[in-house]
């Protein structure tokens, strides 16, 4: 197949649709991407690149990308948010047709978190290449915008439900990464064009080089205590004050280390939480590449999850709950619905409500107290449901047979 990969961010931003898309290639499929300019998650243009102007370049030496003008999210502050998502819709609509001038697609695949508005552009597209158009649901809107508190406005939600409605009315598959998100999906959009197509991980195993991306004083501290790893975004979603009044109960275990990897909006208030709690049990070490997790995560005892309670975070299957699984390690997940679901009914961790700091430390000292068969026993029962059902080939092959089917579908 010809397909073309709409998304607002792509490599060297760290997504799983950098991983899918080379799968696809492998896969012997034609693979294009038209994206905006890197600067998630700091909210500055990556170097080598600029705002302004488009850049053409080849990811993994095979696939085209082609990308158009974006104005950086910076700190994240609204009005600055709100620019840069209109940015990448406008310079969608005005380049993108010209750009893609005289190349045919069999279907276009948006890979929709955070804006929707992404998939706007690639209505048009849609029409002038008459292709099959496929919305990868990846956070549910309006419900993501109320709930991290980015618009309270009634009536603004309102709208962004009724422009919802208008992007699912013209697309013509709408994949979800969970099942509990068909539910919601379809109070905007018929629910015959809904499939429930997962997010997948590409597995890969932790080499003796992977530790070279690792300070050694963070290969030293892994492996000198009983480490517990959350990696990942530090966002308002991920209610890192579960994770740091966890580690404040769990002060009388010396040896337990809760070791954050990543970076994101609330990095200084986790840094002003560890300062003035004086959480030396609390590491925060920062991000690094994708290439480095293997290495970091074979060190861990156990890995985190956190999310708020709110019912939206619910219905998600957080992208680390793959990760995770493939890792082999147990999970200490604190969050509630499809995300603890997963790991209760596999075996693969424990789990306690989201924003229960002190059911959460309860599960990390139960972890702790357990043997190491114990733990094992956990880690390879996550790692069997993830080859089952998160394996990247797989769930990239598929993918191709949704797209394959259900573009004759509609071509009937």
């Not at 008459?130 to 919305?135: C, E, P, S, T």
């Not at 419900?143 to 618009?151: C, L, N, Q, R, W």
């Not at 309860?362 to 972890?367: D, F, Q, S, T």
């Amino acid at each position: 197949m010809k397909i073309l990969i709409v998304s607002q961010y792509f490599a060297p931003e760290s997504f799983i649709i950098n991983d899918l898309a080379r799968h696809l290639h492998a896969l012997g499929h034609q693979v294009s991407v038209l994206t905006g300019k890197p600067n998630y998650p700091q909210g500055a243009i990556y170097e080598g690149y600029r705002w302004s102007g488009i850049q053409r370049e080849r990811y993994a030496d095979a696939i085209e990308v082609i990308r158009i003008p974006l104005w950086p999210r910076g700190k994240g502050g609204g009005l600055r948010l709100a620019a840069n998502y209109l940015s990448f819709v406008l310079s969608g609509l005005l380049y993108a047709p010209w750009l893609l001038r005289g190349k045919t697609f069999d279907a276009i695949l948006v890979f929709a978190i955070s804006p929707i508005t992404q998939a706007i552009p690639a209505l048009v597209l849609k029409w002038l290449k008459r292709a099959h158009l496929a919305i990868w649901i990846q956070d549910l809107w309006p419900e993501s915008v109320s709930a991290t508190g980015f618009i309270r406005n009634p009536l603004l939600l309102k709208l962004i439900g009724w422009m919802v409605k208008g992007i699912y009315a013209g697309s013509d598959t709408l994949l979800v990464q969970s099942r509990a998100f068909i539910k919601a999906v379809a109070h905007y959009a018929r629910e015959d064009k809904i499939v429930y197509y997962p997010n997948s991980f590409e597995d890969k195993n932790a080499t003796p080089g992977d530790a070279a991306l690792v300070p050694q004083s963070l290969i030293d501290t892994l492996d000198a205590h009983f480490s517990l790893v959350f990696a990942g975004n530090l966002g308002t979603a991920q209610a890192l004050d579960t994770l740091a009044g966890a580690a404040e109960r769990l002060r009388h275990l010396p040896d337990v280390k809760l070791i954050v990897v990543g970076s994101g909006s609330m990095q200084s208030w986790l840094e002003r939480q560890k300062a003035e709690k004086t959480l030396d049990n609390l590491l925060l070490a920062g991000r690094f590449p994708p290439e480095a997790m293997p290495a970091i995560f074979s060190r861990a005892e156990g890995l985190l999850v956190t999310l708020k309670r709110e019912e939206i975070f619910a219905c998600v299957i957080p992208s680390k709950i793959q990760a995770y699984l493939a890792a082999g390690k147990p999970i200490i997940a604190a969050l509630d619905g499809e995300g603890a679901k997963i790991v209760e009914e596999t075996g693969a961790g424990l789990c306690s409500p989201a924003e229960d700091a002190e059911a959460l430390a309860a599960c990390i000292e139960k972890l702790y107290t357990m043997s190491k068969t114990e733990r094992d026993v956990m880690g390879r029962k996550g790692r069997a449901y993830f080859l089952d059902h998160f394996e990247m080939t797989t769930q990239t092959q598929r993918l191709i047979d949704i797209l394959t089917i259900r573009t004759r579908e509609t071509q009937k």
